[in-house]
């Protein structure tokens, strides 16, 4: 494989893990009419996070970042590789608890895919001749079609193809398996590996991190949670049988935005202020507050339009704060630094949870209305310091 192209097969491994981690999403409604019920479904979809979130704390910037720097990107990449395959086929063949573990696996998977494969993807590119932050959007982008592709082509096997609960995974499998194929004829990027490295990104201390990374990262998947968990549910009761296909098109359009307007988010970053963070933050507070009118008139049309808005919301939060993040870390802190961004990110995908507990004390059109309240707060934050603690200038 050419040099220049070598980033291609690292990227269909963090496709096939991206594949695997939202596959599960538009099943939900499946499960539901099961006989599950929506508290259980929802922490079996937690479940990812609890797997995924300390996967990229503890495992992903403390030991996955430092087995990254000690042993090199390849390795590591080949282990979540094979944990995302291990997890599709519990999925297809466990029962409840079965899946709840699958579930923690693929969190794993798709911690190590965050944290390192990106990070491999990035490497490979500028080993190739491309500049870091064309190779920091490619791998966000191919995170986000494996996002978005698995979750559509899952929905619809589950709808109109036999074996519901088990072809998805399956398809998965295979998937997976060919990217393992692919990514162990890779070469290595960390050519000079530090034996005693921990990982551990110091970054994460400064104040640029904690005052324009940390009040938006949450919100990166905190939108998606919203998009395509919680619309579903608001309006179901209008769908008919067309429930998991409409759950399925709700999680594609998402995906699919965020994935498009991707290029543009590269182009409103600068190195002088935090302005593609920000326009994030005001579309993400546009989305939500669209969210709240849908819980309101109870329109899959009007449901749709929220959805497409969070997702543009998302495609451009994402790949802002992985060039803010490029610029405050070490090629050493790469992997580790990603880790920590992305746990903040995937903290928010706990948000579908968190707001099916506090239905019980108010409505979903008040929950969601607080929500762009306290979006809007982070984003007066993110205002605040946009060009202050520039590292260029510290």
Not at 118 to 130: K, N, Q
Not at 158 to 186: C, F
Request: aromatic share 6%.
């Amino acid at each position: 494989m050419r040099p220049q192209n070598s980033w291609r097969a690292a990227a269909a491994a963090v496709f096939a893990c991206g594949w695997g981690g939202n596959q599960f999403t538009p099943l939900l409604v499946m499960y539901r009419e099961s006989g599950l019920s929506v508290l259980t479904v929802d922490a079996l979809l937690g479940a990812y996070v609890v797997g995924l979130v300390p996967g990229l704390l503890t495992v992903g910037a403390l030991t996955v970042g430092a087995l990254s720097e000690r042993h090199g990107r390849k390795p590591v990449m080949v282990a979540g590789t094979v944990a995302s395959l291990v997890a599709s086929v519990l999925l297809a063949f466990g029962g409840v608890g079965w899946i709840a573990v699958g579930r923690f696996v693929t969190g794993v998977g798709v911690a190590v895919a965050m944290a390192v494969g990106s990070t491999w993807v990035t490497e490979l590119s500028v080993r190739g001749g491309a500049e870091r932050a064309t190779g920091t959007r490619r791998g966000a982008l191919w995170l986000t079609l494996g996002f978005g592709l698995g979750a559509g082509t899952a929905g619809v096997l589950a709808q109109w193809a036999p074996l519901p609960m088990h072809l998805p995974y399956l398809v998965h499998v295979v998937l997976v398996a060919a990217a393992l194929l692919a990514i162990v004829r890779l070469p290595e990027t960390r050519a000079n590996p530090a034996p005693h490295a921990t990982g551990r990104f110091a970054g994460a201390r400064h104040p640029r991190f904690r005052r324009v990374i940390t009040p938006m990262a949450p919100w990166i998947f905190g939108s998606a949670g919203v998009a395509y968990a919680i619309m579903p549910q608001l309006v179901g009761d209008r769908l008919g049988t067309w429930g998991l296909a409409y759950s399925t098109l709700l999680t594609v359009c998402t995906l699919g935005a965020g994935a498009l307007v991707q290029p543009l988010a590269k182009r409103l970053d600068r190195t002088t202020s935090a302005r593609g963070v920000v326009v994030s933050m005001v579309v993400m507070s546009a989305g939500l507050a669209v969210s709240a009118v849908a819980a309101v008139v109870r329109s899959p049309v009007v449901a749709l339009v929220a959805a497409v808005v969070l997702g543009a919301a998302y495609g451009i939060a994402v790949v802002s704060g992985l060039l803010e993040l490029q610029r405050l870390a070490r090629p050493e802190e790469l992997a580790a630094s990603t880790g920590v961004y992305y746990a903040l990110a995937y903290v928010g995908f706990l948000l579908p949870s968190v707001l099916a507990v506090l239905s019980g004390v108010a409505s979903y059109p008040v929950l969601l209305g607080c929500l762009v309240l306290v979006a809007l707060g982070g984003t007066a934050v993110i205002v605040r310091h946009s060009r202050r603690h520039l590292p260029l200038a510290a």
